[in-house]
Structures are given as C-alpha cells and as structure tokens.
C-alpha cells in the first residue's frame, strides 16, 4: 500500500510562487511515474503535470507550460511542483497521485486520472487578483 500526502498550498496573489511537496511512502514508489492533478470546484481533476520514474521525462498541460516544475526525489521518495507566475485560474485543489503502471523509466505516466492509483488528501491553492 502507498500513503501520499501533499502540502504546501496556501492563498497567494496573482503573479507570486508556490511549491508544492508530494511525500508518497511504502512500496517501490520510486519506479513509477508521479503526476498533480488539480480539480477546481465544479470541474474534473485534470492533470497538470507528469513525471517519469527516472525523473528525466515530464509532461505539462498547455495552461502551465512554462509556470510550472514539476521534479522528483527518488531517494526520499517526494515529488515537487514548483509553481510560478500563477494565476486566479490556477485556484484549485491540487492533488498528488502514482500511476498504477510501470512503462519504462522514462514513461511519463498517463493524463487520466483513472490511470493513477494512489492519491493524497489534496492541498488547496488560491490565487487571488
């Protein structure tokens, strides 16, 4: 079983920065892909990001290309969403979640929430204008 747990949200004005911590434990976390997803209220969970195994390889959604980091630290097995010259529409609750398969090390993991199986509680980000 794997436990993952997000922090780091907060309310933030438009064009500040905010870094988001996934802290995933149990299992071999490490070979597969990580990803943030982020569900504004009313909305689907979308994927923002994606992140290889290795860590070499990642995937961003056009609205955040350019904003956003994502990266990984396998050896404490934590991935990291550095988040820049945010928005009002970045306000969501992000959440960190693993994918259920290993593709390779530098698969990026799927952009389906349906392709991830562990999930942490969410963490709210607001960005006030």
């Known amino acids: 079983q794997v436990h993952v747990v997000e922090s780091g949200g907060g309310l933030v004005h438009t064009g500040d920065s905010l870094k988001l911590s996934c802290a995933a434990s149990g299992h071999t976390v490490s070979r597969y892909p990580m990803a943030w997803f982020r569900q504004a209220p009313g909305k689907e969970r979308d994927i923002v990001a994606s992140i290889s195994s290795n860590g070499r390889k990642s995937y961003y959604t056009d609205s955040v290309e350019g904003r956003f980091t994502i990266s990984r630290n396998n050896a404490r097995n934590i991935s990291y969403l550095q988040m820049d010259s945010l928005k009002p529409e970045d306000t969501a609750v992000y959440y960190c979640?693993?994918?259920?398969?290993?593709?390779?090390?530098?698969?990026?993991?799927?952009?389906?929430?349906?392709?991830?199986?562990?999930w942490g509680q969410g963490t709210q980000v607001t960005v006030s204008s």
């Open positions: 979640a693993v994918e259920r398969k290993t593709d390779g090390p530098d698969y990026v993991g799927g952009p389906h929430y349906r392709d991830y199986a562990y």
